[in-house]
């Protein structure tokens, strides 16, 4: 087995270069490509392979493209290196995350613009040491509150959690580690974390390491809300890059 397939096309996702804009989406679902493709001009369906399924249309006239990276940080780190390989650079995370510190519990948000991440996950310890900090781009974070501003929609700035199981989250009583499991949560809780899911570290870490940008909008409720900020945000990235 290698990295590209006999036809050119990367061993994952199957995608090759010209198949994508430097502009990509990452919601995990690859049901969500589909919602998200319909905010974009003139979207077609490239590939789906896996978890792994990419939409590629336009917005302002400039190349985007949305691709799922599956669940949690190793299907992650796959898809964003073969993302990467084929010429994009620029990623925002986009899905829906849990409430973890009391100001996320406020319930006028809409949801959370991710400034970093704690890595409590095993991938990216592969890439390099746990002191290496996993924080998102602040043009993209800045691009990203803008656009919800214009929207009059509620976001939050703040760091996420990524984790390695979703029934380690919630049910940690059925789990042998269940102290440790209590404990870590009860520590990002004092410590401001504002949500939990299971991609965006090894996003941010891969990005910083590839000299990539990268962010991540997670949604507390509609996930049209969340999309409709992060095209926003394509949009003013677009033209910042164009000047």
């Known amino acids: 087995m290698g990295i590209v397939n006999e036809d050119g096309t990367m061993?994952?996702?199957h995608l090759k270069k010209g198949d994508v804009g430097?502009?990509?989406?990452?919601?995990?679902?690859?049901?969500?490509?589909?919602?998200?493709a319909g905010y974009f001009d003139d979207a077609k369906l490239i590939a789906h392979n896996r978890e792994h399924k990419?939409?590629?249309?336009?917005?302002?006239?400039?190349?985007?493209?949305?691709?799922?990276?599956?669940?949690?940080?190793?299907s992650a780190a796959i898809a964003l290196e073969e993302l990467i390989k084929i010429g994009a650079d620029t990623f925002i995370r986009v899905g829906t995350a849990g409430r973890v510190c009391d100001a996320a519990f406020d319930e006028s948000l809409d949801g959370?613009?991710?400034?970093?991440?704690?890595?409590d996950e095993g991938t990216t310890i592969h890439y390099i040491p746990i002191e290496y900090p996993a924080v998102a781009d602040r043009h993209l974070v800045e691009a990203l509150s803008q656009s919800a501003a214009d929207l009059g929609y509620n976001y939050a700035e703040g760091i996420t959690q990524s984790k390695d199981s979703f029934f380690g989250q919630h049910e940690p009583e059925n789990m042998p580690a269940e102290a440790r499991l209590k404990?870590?949560?009860?520590?990002w809780r004092r410590g401001?974390?504002?949500?939990?899911e299971m991609e965006a570290a090894a996003?941010?870490?891969?990005?910083?390491?590839?000299?990539?940008?990268?962010?991540?909008?997670?949604?507390?409720?509609?996930?049209p809300k969340t999309i409709e900020v992060a095209c926003g945000a394509l949009k003013k990235l677009i033209a910042a890059d164009q000047e």
């Open 192 to 196: 401001n974390v504002m949500t939990s």
């Open 203 to 223: 996003i941010f870490v891969i990005c910083s390491i590839r000299k990539c940008r990268a962010a991540s909008i997670m949604s507390f409720g509609d996930m």
């Open 54 to 74: 990419t939409w590629t249309g336009t917005l302002n006239g400039v190349k985007v493209s949305v691709t799922s990276t599956g669940m949690g940080c190793p």
């Open 11 to 13: 061993y994952h996702t």
């Open 22 to 36: 430097r502009y990509v989406l990452l919601p995990g679902d690859p049901f969500r490509t589909d919602l998200i």
């Open 183 to 187: 404990e870590r949560w009860e520590a």
């Open 112 to 119: 959370v613009i991710n400034t970093a991440a704690v890595r």
